[in-house]
């Protein structure tokens, strides 16, 4: 299998196989899983663009792994624990292109970026590209523990019966929460709220950008699915991790709860409910950009 830089697949064995960010997910865990390579995620801003991230996994090809011998290559449509880094849409479609020239299946891990975190009910349909499964968790349960798979009827068909289980799968509590999730998102439209509050989110985000452009180096995502990589200054794009920290301390005084990610542990990522009200973002927005000036500050 081929996974990406700065990806995060999960904690199972083959999941931290798979995820491409040592700290803290692979640690002190091991031997992993053989047969697992990983490719250059294109991230614009740190300098990787799309040529450069097909050029990484061609060497890849070339160099570990021959395409013909690849069962599958998972992607997330936009990083999560890597710093909510959205993959270009023509890197996406050049994606899907390989996978079929070579026959590799190519599977979607929307665990963290599906049912409607970025607008769209899955992310990669902003590229407009149509993946062989899509895996999916978290926010279909709506706080009840429950994940899935969706996939071509000849890959899902092809475990013969009985061939996969699990002591949990199916559990009823949790697929009634799910079906629930489905109702609200038909009955609240919100799909179309997701995409209002990422257009708020964009443009609090690029204000406070604009305010201290000296430290906010990149303000990135997929609609509400937002983020903003702190950095030292605007020319090096050296990450701050420091001031990210600080800003955490800061913000939780003042009564706003923030995340970080990254590779360096400098963004901010921004996962806020889609039925959160347009006056508790506007709040949300106050707070960052106040925390922000005080955090500064205290340098």
């Not at 963004?267 to 000036?293: D, F, N, Q, W």
Request: charged share 20%; glycine share 12%; with cysteine.
């Amino acid at each position: 299998m081929i996974a990406f830089r700065g990806s995060f697949h999960g904690r199972t064995l083959l999941g931290m196989t798979l995820t491409g960010k040592a700290n803290p997910y692979r640690q002190n865990f091991g031997p992993f899983a053989p047969e697992v390579y990983h490719a250059p995620y294109p991230d614009e801003y740190r300098g990787i663009d799309t040529r450069k991230a097909l050029d990484g996994l061609q060497e890849v090809f070339e160099t570990q792994i021959q395409p013909e011998r690849v069962a599958a290559i998972i992607i997330e449509p936009q990083l999560g624990e890597g710093g909510f880094v959205p993959a270009p849409k023509p890197f996406l479609k050049a994606l899907r292109s390989l996978t079929q020239k070579h026959g590799i299946v190519f599977i979607d891990d929307e665990v963290q970026t599906g049912i409607g975190r970025t607008g769209k009910f899955w992310a990669i349909e902003h590229a407009g590209v149509e993946p062989d499964l899509i895996c999916f968790a978290k926010s279909i349960g709506g706080g009840l523990p429950i994940g899935g798979v969706l996939g071509r009827a000849e890959i899902m068909d092809a475990p013969s019966l009985g061939g996969l289980g699990s002591t949990f799968g199916g559990n009823p509590l949790a697929c009634a929460a799910a079906l629930a999730v489905l109702e609200v998102f038909e009955q609240e439209n919100l799909l179309e709220k997701a995409q209002k509050l990422g257009e708020m989110l964009h443009q609090g985000f690029r204000r406070i950008q604009a305010r201290f452009p000296q430290v906010v180096g990149d303000v990135r995502g997929l609609g509400p699915m937002i983020a903003m990589e702190l950095v030292k200054d605007p020319a090096s794009k050296s990450p701050n991790p420091q001031l990210t920290h600080r800003l955490l301390e800061v913000a939780r005084e003042r009564g706003l709860l923030l995340f970080k990610a990254g590779m360096h542990a400098n963004v901010i990522r921004c996962l806020v409910p889609l039925v959160v009200s347009e006056e508790e973002v506007e709040k949300g927005l106050e707070i960052l950009e106040a925390s922000l000036e005080q955090a500064l500050s205290a340098e």
